[in-house]
């Protein structure tokens, strides 16, 4: 399995960003939960959003919830985490990752099968 993300970048406090994270290379049953989780300097990762293989279950971390919104389009394999009303804690590198375990809140700080490289995204102004 493939992950590659991208979208990320430099916003102001209060902006907007997309990621994107285009998949490949996997059958039909290779994971059943595909998201996001993030890594800044000097603190723990966290996983922030997961999305279900089948797209009926989400969850979000306290951090973002309200202000990030996952999706998938199954025809292009893509996931896209919308991310709005960013602020500086929001910086960080992003990672796209899929899992072999169901969407739940432990996304939140579990292990993960499959990990792609990451998107900087840098919130300052």
């Known amino acids: 399995v493939q992950l590659q993300a991208s979208g990320g970048g430099l916003v102001e406090p209060g902006g907007s960003l997309r990621l994107s994270c285009a998949v490949s290379?996997?059958?039909?049953?290779?994971?059943?939960?595909i998201g996001w989780f993030r890594q800044a300097p000097g603190k723990e990762r966290e996983g922030i959003s997961c999305?279900?293989?089948?797209?009926?279950?989400?969850y979000y971390s306290q951090s973002v919830k309200g202000r990030f919104s996952i999706s998938k389009d199954s025809a292009s394999n893509t996931v896209y985490l919308q991310m709005n009303s960013l602020n500086p804690d929001d910086t960080a590198v992003y990672y796209c990752?899929?899992?072999?375990?169901?969407?739940?809140?432990?996304?939140?700080?579990?292990?993960?099968?499959?990990r792609g490289q990451g998107t900087q995204v840098t919130v300052s102004s």
């Open positions: 990752a899929a899992d072999n375990y169901h969407c739940d809140s432990t996304w939140t700080y579990r292990e993960y099968s499959h």
């Open positions: 290379g996997f059958r039909g049953y290779d994971f059943y939960a």
């Open positions: 999305i279900s293989l089948g797209g009926h279950r989400t």
